[in-house]
């Protein structure tokens, strides 16, 4: 059981846009501005794609971008690639006690 | 280039304590910047955080495992380690060590993972 609520699966066609949800609580993901995202290809170690809800580490095409509403921060992945079929995972700073808390995770099917 | 290792036996047995160590290569592990931290994965499952260490040894512990488990930290071997105690199965999963900037931040630099296995 995960702190945090992201879809099971989303799929998408190359070229297209998906977003993935990631919904939590006022004690996490609506408390701050401390929403990450990571990608996971099948037997490889997750990559950072998104921090600090919105913004992009050196080298992450700007066809991923974050956002957040309320206790809810999204994913959006635009003009798709078969290379983005992965495993995604949300990540929110959960205050100091929690400090830390992952969503299940959301498996990316490009058709 | 930071690089960060993790290394410990692969097998343990059930109610042992599972120990893991992870060197940094590439910086220090002293570096004001940066926190230090383990999470953990289960055979086909989700990414579970498991603790946070500082240089300074402040630390922070998710708190479903903390009566389990210990984080501590070696500036001088610039390394940091795990504890879990009175393991079961279902502590089978791949661990990986992983630095972030701030306990609020995200992961931004991992190991390989290792895969430790719980069983008699």
């Known amino acids: 059981q995960y702190a945090l609520t992201q879809p099971r699966s989303v799929s998408g066609s190359p070229g297209q846009s998906v977003s993935i949800s990631c919904t939590g609580s006022s004690s996490d993901v609506g408390g701050y501005n401390y929403v990450s995202w990571y990608q996971q290809h099948p037997g490889k170690v997750p990559k950072l794609m998104i921090y600090?809800?919105?913004k992009r580490p050196s080298g992450v095409p700007d066809r991923f971008s974050g956002s957040k509403s309320g206790n809810t921060a999204s994913l959006t992945i635009s003009g798709l690639l078969t290379e983005d079929e992965a495993d995604y995972y949300c990540n929110s700073y959960g205050g100091s006690y929690t400090s830390v808390v992952f969503g299940g995770g959301t498996k990316l099917t490009v058709l | 280039q930071l690089q960060l290792q993790e290394s410990g036996p692969g097998l343990v047995k059930p109610s042992e304590t599972l120990s893991l160590t992870c060197t940094v290569s590439g910086g220090s592990i002293s570096n004001t910047n940066y926190y230090w931290g383990w999470v953990r994965q289960p055979p086909g499952k989700g990414l579970e955080w498991i603790a946070t260490v500082y240089f300074s040894g402040t630390s922070y512990y998710n708190p479903s495992l903390k009566s389990r488990v210990t984080i501590s930290i070696d500036t001088s071997k610039n390394q940091f380690s795990l504890n879990l105690r009175s393991v079961v199965a279902a502590d089978t999963a791949v661990y990986y060590c992983?630095?972030?900037?701030?306990?609020?931040?995200?992961?931004?630099?991992w190991g390989q993972g290792t895969l430790v296995t719980i069983s008699s």
């Open positions: 992983a630095r972030r900037p701030s306990p609020g931040r995200g992961f931004d630099i």
């Open positions: 600090d809800v919105s």
